[in-house]
């Protein structure tokens, strides 16, 4: 009788052991941050909620001004929020996804290797650019430079839905708008686009760029049957962050845009963020009620990112 062979366990090493409990440990502490943040914002947005006139349905559709000092009679609703984000984060999406697709292509596959990094560290400082400064940009520069481009194309435009003037708007004559907006925050979010789909364009393996060019492949053929679609996954996902960057920001919207309290669908008119409804309100934050009001907002715009990383992920693991 053959004697039976035990194969003996490998002995796991104490490095091995740390580094899965501080992994495990951090992976269960960031769960229960991101847990106690959208607990925090729902308690705190359900006192507005339930005074609110409507409740829950009106602050899903009421969208008029914002009603929030009087705790008697206090009426607020996200649809104008929702729309002005939107719209704004999509032009900067439009705008930006091919100017980065072009950029990561051309450092990748086409830019000679003494330029690539000084090239590349450029794009990336872009990144680090405060956004302060790129709404001093926007707001002082850009804006009023566009100026007579928005009247040029509001003359054959006319007043037709996306290039609509009111006349009762500032932001026309000043280019603190939707579209301005749109701009400046495609030129933030490109970096972002870029990098991540430059890492991911140069991981393409070798063997298949090199299979391409031996049956005879242009360089643009090369890119377009082996690099583009080894990294269209990467390409979408530095997009999402992107877009996750633009559904947040702040003060740069704050400066460039000049804000509404209704969205009329106009790129030459102004609009309000759920960010910059929040930092607009700053002075009646003194009230935990009113606060609270904002908070909701808050608590929507957290959902909606959310949402926006699941997607990222659903289409990264389809597309592999």
Known sequence: MAAAQVEARPRRRA????????????SVLITLIISAI???????????????EGGFLGFLTYSGPWETANLDAMRFGIPNLFFSTVMISLIALLIAMPVALGVALFLSSFAPKRMVRPLAVLVDLLAAVPSIVYGIWGAKVLGPALGKFYEWVHSWGGDFFLFAHYQNSPSFATGRNILTGGIVLAIM???????????????????????????????????RMTVLPFGKSGFVAGS?????????????????VSPAPLFRGSLFDGGTTFATA????????????SAGAYIAAGLVLFVITFAVNAAARAIVRRSK
Do not use: C, H, K
């Not at 729902?42 to 507005?48: G, N, R, V």
């Not at 999402?240 to 460039?256: D, F, I, K, Q, S």
């Open 15 to 26: 490095g091995d052991r740390v580094f899965e409990g501080v992994s495990t440990s951090s």
């Open 38 to 52: 959208g607990a925090f914002l729902l308690l705190e947005a359900l006192p507005p909620l339930l005074r609110n």
């Open 189 to 223: 979010i490109l970096p972002i686009i870029a990098a991540t789909a430059r890492e991911i364009f140069t991981q393409t393996p070798r063997g298949l760029i090199e299979s391409a060019m031996a049956l005879g492949a242009t360089r643009w053929d090369v890119v």
């Open 240 to 256: 999402m962050l992107g877009l996750g960057r633009a559904l947040g920001e702040t003060m740069a919207l704050y400066m460039v």
């Open 278 to 289: 929040i930092a607009n309100a700053s002075a009646e934050f003194n009230n935990p009620i």
